[in-house]
């Protein structure tokens, strides 16, 4: 799409040249010097071309040269066509085609982010048109089609700027809301595997409940504390397990241990094979712990992603002797 509209441009700043350059060629009257009117022609249609097409595969900025070559031209073709003819015929029509072209310039200068060189085009054609012609003759023969060019151009320049910056700006938001959709997508499937892994560990045993009216048996009340101890983990530190790491907890409650899993933000960042390697260790810890309480947390530290404290009860000052002290580092030595 800006390709086409880019072409589509290209060729009506090139069709308007051509139609000036054969505007300038059709004499009414024989120049006096005939060679300054095809120097102008040529210089005019040289700077044209040359603005149009010079660094457009890789900018629509107008290289610097390109530019100087086109101000140059703005001063010396009103000089080089009204020196050509006598004072009486450079008003005909054929002599004042220089008031469109290089307003053209001008508009193609400004379209090509050069705004100085095509206002000061502009300023230059007013001066040699009004000084060759006169200042009411000048815009009489086309002067003021040539600023309202210029001054259209530099609207339509400002107004698509700004419009391209909305139009980033837009798609920014959108970008931002289809990462917040996203985002929310992943945390409703979360909630739903939470809720039908809730319902799978507490079904059975609240059924049980119900139907024994609340008459359960040791092993019963061991499967209950086990699933309101799962239920708990999942809700603290669902990132920490996988199915080895409750199944090494399930272990430790089983003989006996209270094991308590806390998530604060300690796996955030983390690459997601390094966290199945410390879910991996984490299973191995516990299993192999015979710690009375085991503590599990993933707190926010530079260094360690995961700490397992195990605590065995009768320590000193009756408080609960640390048995163990393992620490998961965020990276693999």
Same mark, same amino acid.
């Given at each position: 799409?800006?390709? %086409?509209?880019?072409?589509?441009?290209?060729?009506? =700043?090139?069709?308007?040249?051509?139609?000036?350059?054969?505007?300038?060629?059709? #004499?009414?009257?024989?120049? %006096?010097?005939?060679?300054?009117?095809?120097?102008?022609?040529?210089?005019? &249609?040289?700077?044209?071309? %040359?603005?149009?097409? =010079? *660094?457009?595969?890789?900018s629509i900025?107008?290289?610097? *040269?390109?530019?100087?070559?086109?101000?140059?031209?703005?001063?010396?073709?009103?000089?080089? !066509?009204?020196?050509?003819?006598?004072?009486?015929?450079? $008003?005909?029509?054929?002599?004042?085609?220089?008031?469109?072209?290089?307003g053209l &310039?001008?508009?193609?200068?400004?379209?090509?982010?050069?705004? !100085?060189?095509? #206002?000061?085009?502009?300023?230059?054609?007013?001066?040699?048109?009004?000084?060759?012609?006169?200042? /009411?003759?000048?815009?009489?023969?086309?002067?003021?089609?040539?600023?309202? #060019? !210029?001054?259209?151009?530099?609207? &339509?320049?400002?107004?698509?700027?700004?419009?391209?910056?909305? %139009?980033?700006?837009?798609? /920014?938001?959108?970008?931002?809301?289809?990462?917040?959709?996203?985002?929310?997508?992943?945390?409703?499937? $979360?909630?739903?595997?939470?809720?039908?892994?809730?319902?799978?560990?507490?079904?059975?045993?609240?059924?049980?409940?119900? =139907?024994?009216?609340?008459?359960?048996?040791?092993?019963? +009340?061991?499967?209950?504390?086990?699933?309101?101890?799962?239920?708990?983990?999942?809700?603290?530190?669902?990132v920490l397990? @996988?199915?080895?790491?409750?199944?090494?907890?399930?272990?430790?409650?089983?003989?006996?241990?209270?094991?308590?899993?806390?998530? $604060?933000?300690?796996?955030?960042?983390?690459?997601?094979?390094?966290?199945?390697?410390?879910? =991996?260790?984490?299973?191995?810890?516990?299993?192999?712990?015979?710690? @009375?309480?085991?503590?599990? +947390?993933?707190?926010? /530290?530079?260094?360690?992603? !995961?700490?397992?404290?195990?605590?065995?009860?009768?320590?000193?000052?009756?408080?609960?002797?640390?048995?163990? #002290?393992? $620490?998961?580092?965020?990276?693999?030595?």
């Open positions: 799409m800006r390709r %086409t509209v880019r072409s589509i441009v290209t060729a009506l =700043a090139l069709g308007f040249a051509i139609y000036f350059a054969a505007r300038a060629i059709w #004499w009414t009257e024989q120049p %006096t010097a005939p060679l300054f009117m095809v120097a102008a022609i040529g210089l005019y &249609l040289a700077a044209t071309l %040359t603005a149009v097409l =010079a *660094g457009a595969g890789h900025r107008l290289p610097a *040269g390109p530019g100087f070559l086109a101000l140059g031209t703005s001063l010396a073709v009103p000089t080089l !066509v009204s020196l050509s003819l006598p004072p009486d015929a450079r $008003e005909a029509p054929f002599a004042t085609w220089y008031i469109g072209a290089i &310039l001008a508009v193609i200068c400004i379209v090509r982010r050069r705004m !100085v060189c095509g #206002w000061v085009m502009l300023a230059a054609l007013i001066v040699s048109s009004s000084l060759y012609l006169g200042i /009411d003759r000048a815009f009489t023969l086309g002067l003021v089609g040539s600023i309202t #060019w !210029v001054v259209v151009a530099q609207l &339509l320049v400002l107004f698509w700027g700004r419009a391209v910056r909305d %139009t980033e700006r837009l798609a /920014d938001i959108q970008r931002a809301v289809s990462a917040w959709n996203a985002t929310q997508e992943v945390r409703q499937r $979360e909630r739903r595997v939470r809720a039908q892994l809730a319902l799978a560990v507490a079904g059975p045993v609240l059924s049980r409940t119900v =139907a024994a009216h609340g008459h359960l048996s040791e092993q019963e +009340r061991l499967d209950a504390r086990l699933a309101e101890g799962t239920l708990r983990d999942e809700l603290r530190g669902a397990l @996988n199915d080895a790491v409750r199944a090494s907890i399930a272990d430790a409650r089983r003989r006996g241990a209270m094991v308590t899993v806390f998530d $604060e933000g300690g796996m955030e960042g983390v690459p997601a094979d390094r966290v199945g390697q410390i879910r =991996a260790e984490l299973a191995e810890v516990v299993a192999g712990s015979r710690s @009375n309480r085991v503590i599990i +947390r993933a707190g926010r /530290d530079d260094r360690v992603a !995961v700490t397992v404290v195990g605590r065995a009860a009768g320590g000193a000052h009756d408080d609960d002797a640390v048995d163990l #002290w393992h $620490e998961i580092p965020r990276r693999a030595d």
